[in-house]
Each structure stands twice: as C-alpha cells, then as structure tokens.
C-alpha cells in the first residue's frame, strides 16, 4: 500500500471517535472558557500576546497523530502567493512554499527570510516572532523529489524550488468564533490580520473600494473595545519596523503583521538522551508539540517583495513608498480624531527611540528624516484627497 492510500485510510475518525472527541472538546474548552463569556471578554482573554488558548480536540489529534506515523504525514494546499503555493506538512510545525511555475523564484525570498531572523534575533526581547526559515530545496535534488513527490497533491507533484519554515497556526476555534460575532478581518487560515485604520477613513489610504477587507478592518475602536493592550502592540509594530529598516537595511515592503499562534512545546530544553532515542529526529522536532494547547503571539511575515535600501535620502523615499503601500498595518499620521494621532505619536516617538539604538552614532539622522518624510507624504496624499473629493462634489453639480 503506498503512503497516499495509507493517507486516505488513516485520514478520517470513526462516527464514535468524533463523538468522543467533541465531548472532550467541550470539557477542553470549559477548563479555559466561561459558559457565560461574551465574545468580547473571550477576545479580550485570548488576543493578548503569548496568552494560552485551547483548540479543537478532532483537529489536534489529527495532528498529533501525523506527528508520531511518518506514514499519515502529507503536504495539504492552503494557500497561493505571489511567487509560491503553500502547503502544510501535516504532523509537524512546518509549511512549504513551492515555487509557482513561470513565476518569481523562491530563492531570495528564502534568502530574505533568513536576514531577517538574522535581525530580529539580535534583539530576543522584542515580543514578536519570525517564522523559523528551515530549509531549502532545489527542483534538481532529484532524490527528495522520488521520496516526497507523492506527499503532494497529485496537480502540484512536478518538482520546483521549495522552501521550508515554521507554521504560523491559526488562532484556536473559540478565538474564531467569537471572531465571527465581531466586525474583524479573517485570512482563509483564520489567522488576524492587525491593521491600523483611521477612523475618519474606513477603508485606508490606498485601499481599493473592491478590497475584500474594504469594509471589515480592525480598527482602533474595536481594539479600544475589547480592551486590548494597544500601547503595546503599537511599540512592538515600531520596534519591529525600526529593525526591518535600519539592521535589516530594507524598505519592508509588503510585509504583514498578524496574530496567530504556535503549539506548545511540551519540552522547554533540549530532551534526554533517553528521550531522544525515541523521537524521529528526521521526520519531527526534537520537541515534543502540544497541538491542544497554542500560545498567541504577533508575527511579522511575507518578505518576498522586500528590497534593500540605501542609507541615504533615496533610501528613505523608498521606505516611504513601502510604509503607504503596504496595507495599514501601522499607525499613519495627519488623522483628526485625537486617538488616532496619540497612537501616532506613541508610534512615531517609540520607532525613532529603537531606531537610535540600532544605528547609533552611525546614520543618526536618517530615522528622524523617515518621520519627516511620512507626515509630508501625509499631507500631501490628503490634499491630494481632499481635491479629488471637491472635483468630484463640482462635477455632481
């Protein structure tokens, strides 16, 4: 029997095992979860950087499973970019983006990826995490190929360039349902998208009016109403961007910031040697993965559009160019409401503080002149706005 059938044998429960497991899950989910919370105290308990919440028994099992019998471990399709079609190595932390024919090579986003955890792990008290880059693999390594190829879906089989990281998992199933009772943007895996959006413009500066997220952002009132720590995730966004620009040296073009989650590791340090004989260190981790239980945390992703940058004032208009591109993950300045630009200023003054102790006496000058630049372009793309409006109001006429 091949590992496929073996996959489609192994792939569902028996009517009793799911009986079973939704009752189990029930009782999971009442150890952490109050019969009587709204969706609101849930969101609130839950979307708070690295809280614990549980998932769903039938889901985790499934992967737990995988993890200990090579012979149920498949790639599953979840998603498309722009360069590469993502699958989830079923049974383990991991996800492959497979390079898309005729498309972008994978290589230098590969090679990003790995700068940029090169970065961020310079600074290991900065509360957000980077998927861990694991691998590379060539459309030549024909050998890797003859072994996994029919892990894939048989449409997706034909050898291409693959990278490997870490699993960004989705937020467990009483986050999401809550989620579903509250105005807030979902990716297809569930995971939250944290987007800054001007509560005098609802759909963001560049958004299209055709977006799919045009009208279902997480704004800053909604977070207010939760009563999420929003102080701190505006500096850890500032941290992370001063990173991104000034020890990375990139325009951080493109890249997203969202919540999900990670299992627990059941390990906190390297296991036995007891206990290492017993794992499948060429098919697992070296740390055991508790799938029922995640912790919540903000990861910061998707660096294939990313380009270095030069550390003059060219380099700036470049990260100026990225920073209003890019969906509004941080906080903009030039709003009129005054929450909005006390989030602003946090912002602003929380990035210029971790950009100077990045570049020191070095380029000095140039985080200043960044901030400098947003609020012109700012105001420049408002009046630009505000014409556009009067000429249409004119025409109407």
Known sequence: MSRRQLNQTNGSFTQSMQDDASIANKLLNQQFIGSSDSSKEILSRFLSLDSISP???????????????????????????????VFEHVGTSYVLKKQNSNALSVIPDYRMHVLIRDCFAKHPLLDIKVPKPIDFTAETQTDWWKINEELFPPKHASPSNIIVSEHILPLSKAIRDALVEQPFRQTKIALLEYIWVKDDDKTGNDRPPSSPCATSTCMLTKWEELGLDIPAFTNIMADALAILHWEAKIDAEDVEFVLGSRPVAAYHEAPSLHE???????????QKQNFERRSVHMWVLDFNRCQVISMDEKGLKQAVRAFYMNDPYYPRPGSDNPKDEAVWERFSTRYLAA????????????PGMFVE????????????????QNRASGSAM
């Open 55 to 85: 998932t769903t028994l039938s889901n985790a099992q499934r992967l737990r499973e995988a993890a200990g019998h090579p012979e149920m471990q498949s790639f599953r399709h979840i998603g498309v970019g722009t360069c590469g079609t």
């Open 276 to 286: 290492l004989e017993k794992l499948d260190c060429e098919n697992g981790s070296s």
């Open 355 to 366: 950009s100077k102790r990045i570049v020191g006496d070095g380029e000095s000058k140039l």
């Open 373 to 388: 630049m947003l609020i012109a372009e700012g105001k420049r793309r408002d009046k630009e706005k505000k014409e556009a």
